[in-house]
């Protein structure tokens, strides 16, 4: 009898909830299969506030990243392709992984990105060029 009480309550709090999908992906911003990270995997959540005209350096990542723009507007360019994307607020960003690019805040406001990264370990994941 508490089983079925159990599975009823359940199955009356998951008609309460509603998913609505927002984004869905299975490449990088420049087309490259999403790759994880295999072992002692950690996941990262930070915040960026990046100021008006603030140009980061040129950098890539071992691993997966991800951000959701809060406000703001960013430029990132792909430094071996040239080829740049411009994302704006509400944006959901699927980082690229193992290759050169930089960011520039482009508006006039401070760009502010909910940043979540996946890495193996104590790995960092941000390389700057030249490192």
Do not use: C
Not at 11 to 23: F, G, K, N, Q
Not at 60 to 80: D, S
Not at 97 to 112: C, F, L, P
Request: net charge neutral; aromatic share 6%; no cysteine.
């Amino acid at each position: 009898m508490m089983a079925v009480a159990l599975s009823a309550g359940a199955a009356l709090a998951l008609e309460a909830v509603t998913v609505t999908p927002l984004y869905e992906k299975t490449e990088t911003a420049s087309g490259k299969p999403i790759v994880l990270p295999q072992n002692n995997v950690r996941v990262i959540v930070s915040t960026f506030d990046i100021a008006p005209g603030a140009t980061l350096p040129v950098h890539k990542h071992p691993f997966a990243r991800y951000a959701v723009v809060q406000a703001g507007t960013l430029k990132v360019i792909n430094v071996e392709t040239n080829e740049a994307k411009i994302y704006k607020t509400g944006d959901f960003v699927v980082e690229m992984i193992n290759q050169w690019h930089r960011a520039e805040n482009i508006g006039s406001d401070a760009v502010k990105l909910l940043v979540i990264d996946q890495v193996e370990g104590s790995a960092a994941n941000t390389i700057l060029k030249g490192q």
